[in-house]
T-cell receptor, first 113, second 114 residues
Framework: GESVGLHLPTLSVQEGDNSIINCAYS??????FIWYKQESGKGPQFIID?????DKRQGQRVTVLLNKTVKHLSLQIAATQPGDSAVYFC????????????FGAGTQVVVTP | DAGITQSPRHKVTETGTPVTLRCHQT?????MYWYRQDPGHGLRLIHY???????DKGEVSDGYSVSRSKTEDFLLTLESATSSQTSVYFC?????????????FGPGTRLTVL
């Protein structure tokens, strides 16, 4: 079936730089997307979400961009900090099944000093 | 962890034995979910519940059953554990209708089946 995927499995970023994590989705019926952060040994933590009627949404130091034309989702982290080191997952809700999220495989972000 | 606890946090068992994992929430959410997480995979949905005694299958439900007799508790049972069920299991609770579909996750249970 269609699934959510990621372009880069590992992303190394220097502290203070901006990070961009990408996600491709293939289901045009998806109407809701979420980014999660997972630190080692912990459960995923909600970062930010966006609905399909939006192109951009900003949070604290994070921005999610949605390009429905090419079915692409990205998470931008400003001024990356050591505490941002984690695995980041995108997830999509298919629209026909409330609450049933489909997750990507994840991207490991490593912040170097 | 948004008022979600999981027990046990770690368990080692043998093939063929029954195992029950418990998820407890204090948020009074209607929707609850069980996922498994394996290396190289994201989270995969096992079962979910949309109310007391109302449950449905996810994409990897074979070999698992669930029960929800109270709003706050969602149990995941492996009737006869197999080595392929060695994984980290996460419980999640759903967002409020109209607010968003974000799910909040518990701390996880690491299960090893020998």
């Amino acid at each position: 079936g269609e699934s959510v995927g990621l372009h880069l499995p590992t992303l190394s970023v220097q502290e203070g730089d901006n990070s961009i994590i990408n996600c491709a989705y293939s289901n045009s019926a998806s109407d809701y997307f979420i980014w999660y952060k997972q630190e080692s040994g912990k459960g995923p933590q909600f970062i930010i979400d966006i609905r399909s009627n939006m192109d951009k949404r900003q949070g604290q130091r994070v921005t999610v961009l949605l390009n429905k034309t090419v079915k692409h989702l990205s998470l931008q982290i400003a001024a990356t900090q050591p505490g941002d080191s984690a695995v980041y997952f995108c997830a999509e809700n298919l629209g026909d099944s409330w609450g049933k999220l489909q997750f990507g495989a994840g991207t490991q972000v490593v912040v170097t000093p | 962890d948004a008022g979600i606890t999981q027990s046990p946090r770690h368990k080692v068992t043998e093939t063929g034995t029954p195992v029950t994992l418990r998820c407890h929430q204090t948020e009074n959410h209607r929707y609850m979910y069980w996922y498994r997480q394996d290396p190289g995979h994201g989270l995969r949905l096992i079962h979910y519940s949309y109310g007391v005694k109302d449950t449905d299958k996810g994409e990897v439900s074979d070999g698992y059953s669930v029960s929800r007799s109270k709003t706050e508790d969602f149990l995941l049972t492996l009737e006869s554990a197999t080595s392929s069920q060695t994984s980290v299991y996460f419980c999640a609770i759903g967002g409020l209708a109209g607010v968003g579909n974000e799910q909040f996750f518990g701390p996880g249970t690491r299960l090893t089946v020998l």
